[in-house]
């Protein structure tokens, strides 16, 4: 009751004085080993490239410039719109949108199932969909490629069961890095929507068929914009990680599957590299998710009230 | 009379809000004492300031004559029982019982002997190697009173310790705390807003309200005797009406009540003639068989057993409750019906404020 | 009751938790099925058999096996513990430790590494190794991991801390424990479950990392994740089904000891 004005930190726990001190470390090595890491890529994106990979100090804007603006071939004609990396990136949206979206597809229903389970088995289920997230991600892509070969398992038990009659070309499209990505983040769709659901409260429910919605109207009306937060949740931990996913289009995707992360990975490696302009890409990727967040903190902002 | 604790010009702050306004309290040895006041008032940040848990921003505490306000709680010879136990769910009951013996470095022989002394006494003998989690409210309440008094503390502080548990338990637990009060012959003091066990318990009582200390007094004092309307509308439950103070004199005052009637009763220190307000408890209201101090119109009768509550209003709109016994003797107003009441001698007291 | 019931089922999710299940397990399920198959190409099924097992520890490509389990655990070993205490004391500072000066911001850098993407951790890391001139290697790798492993370490560490009510410390201390005593005796022991938790998250996030370590890790050094990677590019052999197995078997193996670890912690609330 009267407790509310010291809730935190009170004289007699006695952290309150070394606060500062138990936070140095965690300071001192995110700081140093991320945060100025970060800020050094910035500051390498706007300088001039060298040309055994590395940089020269001096500034410049070129890297951004050939990001955006294309000169033509021989870089004399009148400046336009380059298209190239703008169209990376927007494949990169495009491919984790849609990987979001179906995460959330299976995902919804699987937490609100799992979170209807009486207390004693959910443990038991969300153990289950902790299992696979606790597994590597490169075995679990590798296993995802094996499944998916033209010979692999799937074309060879469809093709058994006489379902189709050539083998389905999976591997190397689109669509298996849209499955790959889906398949590497559904348990983190899974996760936080459970949590918003488990704390969902049914007579919310209740009272809505009491007023005579139909389950599905329930659902749409009151279930969803109250669980809300756990969805958003949900598909920020699916969709910022497949932005900047390296692995799945790597190993599932072909040539024409290039998505960013592969694009700032080439600029690194050995001598063709261009560290300004990886730099540039991953400044770019940054804002990105930084937009994405923020929106995602309004969203939970305006939520809260 | 041995002074236990002495608080002295008290004052927390934080930030801005001001919890304790300057409080100064003198507590006996071998006394029952209960900090009283509703939610916020500042009673438990007063306690904590005794154990130790909260530093103050102004004042001084003495313990037997020595100043402790500057010590930190391990260091302060008083134990607490918290308001939810804070039994540690990791230990056994003995362990948590022999906790305080441990940290002041007694012998394990020794520890053991005085934890299941200390269970005999709250009668959990059975029950030393059990987990907290594993007792019911009541146990766990037993469990916390003989950790705090194991290491036998010169005072024991109770944040409000029975507010956990329901009503049956709560009332056998007020009988229990007092004699064991009684016979361990420590200082209690305790915390609590509810006045029913306020009174039931202590052996005084200080009602707090806003920070401030309103006043001091024995059981009887604080409900007979409220110097201000908070104490009297705190403690039960009462009737505030306005008067005129006509004269005082000789520690009497002559009021007269709305309504005209004249009435002669004790004066209240500082008192002024003037427009005041008295407290009548509703006990102390009879229905008038000739010459009534107050007329009333009755609005509604409440039936509650052995009690009989009347709703009433003055003339001038003033609500008026009235308790009468439940008696065959008793012939009852109709609702509508104009009464008259009469004020027990010496029932109207004057109020400061 | 039947009606309760009701509110909370809706056609369709039974099965599509299934559905979900079944898309999580089948591709590992088929991964640890094919890894004992006796047969060189790995399309056909010629019968059980432990030979790839046998490979991976005996086999050509042993040593360099050897070589990256041993980099890949005490990696993961070193990096967790280091990031678990780290983790423990911010916790300490975030919970217990009132409106310090730059909690905000300390908040902001605890997450920091779950908001930056990994392949711009990844850049940006080998960046900064080259621009002060240490050579990459073992040491770096080992920083890295630390720094990535801070947050995963001190999620479940505070959301323990948090459930822990402060009158245990007090109580404690009002008993004549000093701060010390009060920690290691009372706070530390109720965290166990979290600590526990904190450090297995660790040491799976350290030992899962593929494309930090990639390239922070310079000529000639492997781990487990780079060497798959690297065997893989040329195609996905039976020893490295084998490998993927054992692996997977860690991992499942660790997040049970998470989940029990969580159960006792349960008990003690």
New interface residues.
């Given amino acids: 009751?009267?407790?509310a004005?010291?809730a935190?930190?009170?004289?007699?726990?006695?952290?309150?004085s070394?606060?500062?001190p138990?936070?140095l470390?965690?300071?001192l090595?995110?700081?140093t080993?991320?945060?100025?890491?970060?800020v050094?890529?910035g500051v390498?994106s706007v300088l001039t490239k060298d040309f055994r990979g590395?940089v020269v100090w001096e500034f410049s804007l070129a890297a951004y410039d050939q990001f955006f603006v294309t000169r033509g071939l021989f870089g004399d004609e009148p400046p336009q719109i380059e298209w190239t990396y703008i169209a990376i990136f927007w494949r990169s949206i495009w491919q984790a949108a849609l990987a979001t979206l179906l995460c959330l597809l299976?995902?919804f229903?699987?937490a609100?199932?799992?979170a209807?389970r009486s207390p004693r088995h959910r443990?038991l289920w969300v153990?289950?969909?902790?299992?696979?997230y606790?597994?590597?991600?490169?075995?679990?892509t590798?296993?995802?490629?094996?499944?998916l070969r033209d010979?692999g398992?799937l074309n060879?038990g469809l093709l058994a069961i006489g379902v189709i009659d050539a083998p389905l070309r999976i591997i190397n499209t689109d669509v298996a890095v849209q499955l790959g990505l889906f398949?590497s983040y559904?348990?983190f769709m899974?996760l936080p929507i459970y949590a918003a659901v488990e704390r969902y409260n049914?007579a919310l429910?209740?009272a809505a068929?009491d007023l005579y919605a139909g389950?599905?109207t329930?659902?749409r009306e009151i279930v969803l914009p109250v669980v809300k937060p756990g969805i958003v949740a949900g598909c920020i931990l699916v969709f910022?990680?497949s932005?900047?996913a390296?692995?799945a289009p790597d190993?599932l995707g072909g040539a024409k599957t290039y998505m960013?992360?592969s694009l700032?990975?080439e600029?690194?490696r050995g001598s063709m590299g261009n560290?300004p302009f990886?730099?540039a890409v991953?400044m770019i990727?940054?804002s990105l998710?930084?937009l994405v967040?923020l929106w995602q903190a309004r969203a939970a902002g305006r939520g809260r009230r | 009379m041995r002074q236990a604790i002495g608080i002295d010009r008290v004052v927390k702050r934080y930030g801005a809000f001001e919890a304790l306004k300057g409080v100064s309290l003198s507590i006996a040895d071998n006394e029952f004492f209960t900090l009283l006041g509703p939610s916020g008032c500042g009673k438990t940040t007063l306690l904590r300031t005794i154990a130790g848990f909260e530093d103050v921003t102004a004042g001084e505490i003495a313990l037997y004559g020595e100043n402790i306000a500057a010590l930190p709680p391990e260091k302060r010879p008083v134990n607490t029982v918290f308001q939810q136990y804070a039994l540690f769910p990791h230990m056994t009951v003995r362990d948590n019982v022999g906790f305080g013996l441990r940290m002041q470095g007694v012998a394990p022989a020794e520890r053991r002997a005085r934890a299941a002394e200390m269970l005999e006494l709250v009668h959990l003998s059975d029950f030393a190697d059990r987990l907290p989690t594993q007792l019911s409210g009541g146990q766990q309440q037993r469990v916390a009173l003989a950790r705090a008094l194991a290491p036998r503390p010169r005072v024991l502080l109770l944040d409000e310790p029975l507010s956990a548990l329901d009503l049956k338990l709560r009332q056998a637990m007020r009988v229990e705390l007092k004699q064991l009060q009684e016979t361990t012959g420590i200082t209690f003091v305790f915390v609590t807003h509810d006045q029913e066990e306020a009174l039931a318990m202590s052996d005084r009582i200080a009602v707090m309200s806003n920070g401030q200390v309103q006043q001091v007094g024995d059981p009887r004092t604080i409900y007979e005797a409220p110097v201000n309307r908070f104490v009297a509308d705190f403690i039960g439950e009462t009737n505030v009406l306005p008067v005129m103070v006509d004269a005082v004199a000789d520690g009497r005052a002559r009021i007269t009540l709305p309504g005209g009637h004249v009435l002669t009763t004790d004066a209240v220190e500082g008192l002024a003639p003037g427009a005041h307000h008295v407290s009548i408890r509703p006990e102390r209201l009879s229905l008038a068989t000739a010459d009534a101090d107050l007329t009333a119109r009755v609005e509604r009768v409440i039936y509650l057993g052995t009690d009989l509550q009347l709703l009433a209003r003055l003339a001038d709109g003033t609500p008026i409750i009235t308790r009468l016994q439940n008696s065959s003797r008793n012939e009852l107003p109709a609702a509508g019906a104009e009464v008259g009441l009469t004020v027990e001698a010496g029932a109207a007291r004057l109020l400061l404020d | 009751m039947a009606a309760r019931t009701d509110m909370r089922r809706y056609a369709g999710f039974g099965l599509t938790t299934a559905l979900c299940l079944t898309i999580l397990y089948v591709p590992l399920a088929v991964i640890a099925v094919y890894s004992f198959n006796d047969d060189r190409s790995i399309t056909n099924w010629a019968g059980f058999s432990l030979r790839w097992y046998a490979d991976v520890f005996t086999g050509p490509e042993a040593p360099i096996f050897r070589a990256a389990a041993w980099n890949s655990l005490s990696i993961a070993a070193l990096a967790s513990t280091a990031a678990t205490v780290i983790a423990l004391a911010a916790a300490v500072a975030m919970i217990r430790g009132g409106r310090f000066h730059g909690r905000q911001a300390s908040y902001a850098l605890i997450s920091l590494p779950l908001m930056v993407p990994e392949i711009v951790t990844a850049v940006a890391t080998l960046v900064f190794f080259t621009a002060i001139g240490v050579r990459t290697g073992y040491g770096t790798i080992l920083v890295a991991h630390i720094t990535f492993c801070i947050p995963f370490a001190y999620l479940p560490i505070a959301a323990r801390m948090q459930g822990i009510e402060e009158s245990y410390e007090l109580a404690a201390r009002d008993l004549y424990a000093s701060r010390w005593q009060a920690f290691r005796l009372i706070l530390l022991p109720l965290m166990m479950p979290g600590i526990i938790s904190g450090w297995l998250l660790a040491f799976i996030i350290s030992l899962d990392d593929f494309i930090i370590t990639n390239f922070v890790k310079g000529a000639g050094m492997e781990t487990l994740p780079t060497a798959i990677f690297g065997s893989v590019k040329q195609g996905i052999k039976p020893n490295i089904m084998a490998i993927s197995t054992l692996m997977l078997m860690v991992s499942v193996v660790f997040v049970t000891l998470s989940y029990l670890a969580n159960r006792i912690g349960q008990k003690t609330r």
């Avoid at chain 1, 935190?8 to 309150?16: C, F, I, Y």
């Avoid at chain 1, 080993?33 to 970060?38: Q, T």
């Avoid at chain 1, 606790?134 to 679990?140: A, D, G, Q, S, Y």
């Fill in positions: 009751m009267a407790a004005p010291h935190s930190g009170s004289l007699a726990t006695g952290w309150r070394l606060a500062v138990l936070m470390p965690t300071w090595v995110i700081g080993f991320l945060l100025v890491p970060v050094l890529m390498y590395g299976i995902g229903p699987t609100w199932f799992i209807t443990a153990f289950l969909i902790t299992v696979p606790w597994v590597n991600l490169l075995i679990r590798v296993s995802l490629r094996f499944l010979q398992p060879e398949y559904l348990p899974v049914f429910s209740e068929r389950p599905w329930t659902l910022v990680p932005l900047g390296f692995l190993l960013i992360g700032i990975d600029q690194f560290w990886g730099g991953a990727l940054m998710v930084l967040l």
